[in-house]
């Protein structure tokens, strides 16, 4: 069974990139079966796709959010990566890992959720 | 604003059966699956239903989704108090080339 776990800082000061790692178990990250990708949801609130990657390279990104989202596979850690640069309050959130089935179109597969909160 | 639209609560006795709706566009929900997660307070999202109306292993079948044109529906019957959660829909907008959600709706079992 596949499994998700994310890691990374907790707290990024206004203007700086926020970096989270996701690292994959119990499968492949060059598996055809998945795009790896990122969700958040500010305390309180709905759930705001972030983007997806398929491990080749292809990536999807929230055109919200696009020109401040890098998302990034490493096949030899068996890992994907989400940066954000220049935040501010307003991406203060809990940030999830997840795979989005490509045959299937949902997420089936998510991390337990990381709060990251923007703050000097 | 979220691209799909619910109702923000919805509740019901346990036992009953109670529907959350969840309205689209012809560019998302009208020409795409929509699949439905399930959130208990404090938990992440868990996949319910996908590709409109079929469940996950391990979903029981008092949790039933479906979807006509532009609007789609997530059904659950026998309600528990365990059901009490925050519920999601979800699909793909192509007018957006972006993944949307709803709002969200919050299930109180009374």
């Known amino acids: 069974q596949l499994q998700l776990q994310e890691s990374g800082p907790g707290l990024v000061k206004p203007s700086e990139t926020l970096s989270l790692t996701c690292t994959v178990s119990?499968?492949?990250?060059?598996?055809?079966?998945?795009?790896w990708g990122w969700i958040r949801q500010p305390p309180g609130k709905g759930l705001e796709w972030i983007g997806s990657?398929?491990?080749?390279?292809?990536?999807y990104y929230n055109p919200s959010l696009k020109s401040r989202v890098t998302i990034s596979v490493d096949t030899s850690k068996n890992q994907f990566s989400l940066k954000l640069k220049s935040v501010t309050a307003a991406d203060t959130a809990v940030y999830y890992c997840?795979?989005?089935?490509?045959?299937?179109?949902?997420?089936?597969?998510w991390g337990q959720g990381t709060l990251v909160t923007v703050s000097s | 604003q979220s691209v799909l639209t619910q109702p923000p609560s919805v509740s019901a006795a346990p036992g009953q059966k109670v529907t959350i709706s969840c309205s689209g566009s012809?560019?998302?929900?009208?020409?795409?699956?929509v699949s439905w997660y399930q959130q208990l307070p404090g938990t992440a999202p868990k996949l319910l239903i996908y590709?409109?109306?079929k469940r996950p292993s391990g979903i029981p079948d008092r949790f039933s989704g479906s979807k006509s044109g532009t609007s789609a529906t997530l059904g659950i019957s026998g309600l528990q108090t365990g059901d009490e959660a925050d519920y999601y829909c979800?699909?793909?907008?192509?007018?957006?080339?972006?993944?949307?959600f709803g709002g969200g709706t919050k299930l109180t079992v009374l």
């Open positions: 979800g699909t793909w907008d192509s007018n957006l080339g972006a993944v949307g």
């Open positions: 997840a795979t989005l089935h490509r045959l299937l179109d949902c997420f089936d597969h």
């Open positions: 012809s560019s998302s929900l009208g020409n795409n699956y």
């Open positions: 119990g499968g492949s990250i060059s598996s055809s079966s998945y795009y």
């Open positions: 990657m398929y491990y080749s390279g292809s990536t």
């Open positions: 590709e409109n109306n």
